[in-house]
Nanobody, 117 residues
Framework: QLKLVESGGGLAQTGGSLRLSCEASGVNLRYYVIGWFRQIPGKEREVVSCISSDEIKYYSPSVDGRFAISRDDLKNVVSLQMDSLKPEDTAVYYC???????????WGQGTQVTVSS
């Protein structure tokens, strides 16, 4: 069973940076698409960025150019570097792993990111 644990959230000022990490245990992430999602209370969860096993990356237009996703399959960690943060980036950020070779979709518990104006 794959378990995902996010870390690195916290409070940042506008224009600041945070680095989120998603650490997996139980299964190697090698054949998973890893995505970062975020959710504000009362709104639907939205995709922020994702990276495939062959490191094809996607960024939401709202974060493109400011966030950078990376993966280290040896360490079983996926990171999200968030720069030039804006108050509208405030949300709970979730890590998701979706298998590329069969069934399997997993979520972490989320980490709060708060950007003050």
């Amino acid at each position: 069973q794959l378990k995902l644990v996010e870390s690195g959230g916290g409070l940042a000022q506008t224009g600041g940076s945070l680095r989120l990490s998603c650490e997996a245990s139980g299964v190697n992430l090698r054949y998973y698409v890893i995505g970062w999602f975020r959710q504000i209370p009362g709104k639907e969860r939205e995709v922020v960025s994702c990276i495939s096993s062959d490191e094809i990356k996607y960024y939401s237009p709202s974060v493109d150019g400011r966030f950078a996703i990376s993966r280290d399959d040896l360490k079983n960690v996926v990171s999200l570097q968030m720069d030039s943060l804006k108050p509208e980036d405030t949300a709970v950020y979730y890590c998701n792993a979706d298998s590329e070779v069969g069934p399997g979709n997993y979520w972490g518990q989320g980490t709060q990111v708060t950007v003050s104006s």
